[in-house]
């Protein structure tokens, strides 16, 4: 099993910067695909990035490529989105996933099996 409690949204001016965390426990984390998505009211939780198990591989939602960037620290257990230059249309619930062991990159939630409650990110004009 793998837990996943996300940390560090709240409210930023447009063109603004926030770094959200994902601290994990559980089983195999550094075997493990990590990923976030995002759910704005109204609409489907969709893809925003991912980093593969061996760190050597991320991948971006083109709505966000060049403006946020995963990393991960498997020794401290914790997956970080840093989120730049934040638009309005950033607005929403952000969304920690964690996938099976070896599995690949993926930017369908049903790659990724555990999830985390989320934690809400707010921007204004």
């Known amino acids: 099993q793998v837990q996943l409690v996300e940390s560090g949204g709240g409210l930023v001016q447009a063109g603004g910067s926030l770094r959200l965390s994902c601290a994990a426990s559980g089983q195999a984390l550094s075997r493990r695909v990590m990923g976030w998505f995002r759910q704005a009211p109204g609409k489907e939780r969709e893809f925003v990035g991912c980093i593969s198990w061996s760190n050597t591989i991320t991948s971006y939602a083109d709505s966000v490529k060049g403006r946020f960037t995963i990393s991960r620290d498997n020794a401290e257990r914790t997956v970080y989105l840093r989120m730049n230059s934040l638009k309005l249309e950033d607005a929403a619930i952000y969304y920690c996933?964690?996938?099976?062991?070896?599995?690949?990159?993926?930017?369908?939630?049903?790659?990724?099996?555990?999830w985390g409650q989320g934690t809400q990110v707010t921007v204004s004009s």
């Open positions: 996933a964690a996938g099976r062991e070896f599995s690949q990159p993926g930017r369908d939630r049903s790659t990724y099996p555990y």
